[in-house]
Nanobody, 115 residues
């Protein structure tokens, strides 16, 4: 079992920055990859960025060049640094961990961008 707790969301003006954090606990040594997803109003949940245990990183086209995912294995934490935020980035952001062939999710943290 893996538990995930996100933090760092909030209200920011367009063009601003935020850093989301996700702390994992439980069986963290079995985690293969971690990722950030988001779900905007009336939209489906979508992948924002992912990082594997080997450090391979993948970004959605819509956030390339603006968002950076990183992980601190010693702290069992994954970060999402978001800059150049746009109104369309407004969403609930969820942390995801893939471990032992199961997906685990955090409770989400809201990011709202005002134009």
């Amino acid at each position: 079992q893996v538990q995930l707790v996100e933090s760092g969301g909030g209200l920011v003006q367009a063009g601003g920055s935020l850093r989301l954090s996700c702390v994992a606990s439980g069986n963290i040594f079995a985690i293969n990859s971690m990722a950030w997803y988001r779900q905007g109003p009336g939209k489906q949940r979508e992948l924002v960025a992912s990082i594997s245990s080997g450090g391979y990183i993948n970004y959605a086209d819509s956030v390339k060049g603006r968002f950076t995912i990183s992980r601190d294995n010693a702290k069992a934490t994954v970060y999402l640094h978001m800059s150049g935020l746009k109104s369309e980035d407004t969403a609930m952001y969820y942390c995801n961990a893939f471990s032992d062939r199961r997906n685990y999710w955090g409770q989400g943290t809201q990011v709202s961008v005002s134009s």
